[in-house]
């Protein structure tokens, strides 16, 4: 649980265990989530980040943080395809273990990842080699941006900014003015 006053969090918990629901106090989230929690106190805002899980993908990925270049994006504007003609997996990490950390890590903290991984994880049973550069590709944008994460602005206001798939997986320009879906 979450607030912008502590007091309130120890109501609720005292509500919920008046009423037999078990609870268990953790110090922050990190201690549930692997999520490092900083308040700013500036602006109220608080940075989600997961460090030490970018540091074990980087580390999965054989990515060494001297010798990697710096990348601005975490994936190519090609599809990733199925590469059936392509060079075979080396096999020097485990592909379905880091999709797996960083399917993970996109859902909790780094939204910015989540199409690149979700494309990278559509192989994760017949991977070819282009899939493992991928993945490395994704891993040196990480390391790039290790420090970065989920900033969360709370306020008084029940609001809910939401951000679709801009050309609707490809679709757009195909509507149908006779679906309802399409109006």
Known sequence: MWSTDEKHIFELGNRLRAEGVELEEEDDAAGFLGVKLTKVPETGQMIMTQ???ITRIIEALGLDAENSTEKKTPCLKAPLTKDLDGNPVTGHFSYASIVGMLLYLAGHTRPDIAYSVSQAARFTFAPKHSHE????????YLLATLDKGLVLTPTQD???DAYPDADFAGLYGYEDTTDPVCA
């Open 158 to 160: 029940l609001t809910i």
């Open 133 to 140: 550069q991928a993945l490395k590709m994704i891993g040196r």
């Open 51 to 53: 460090e030490g899980l």
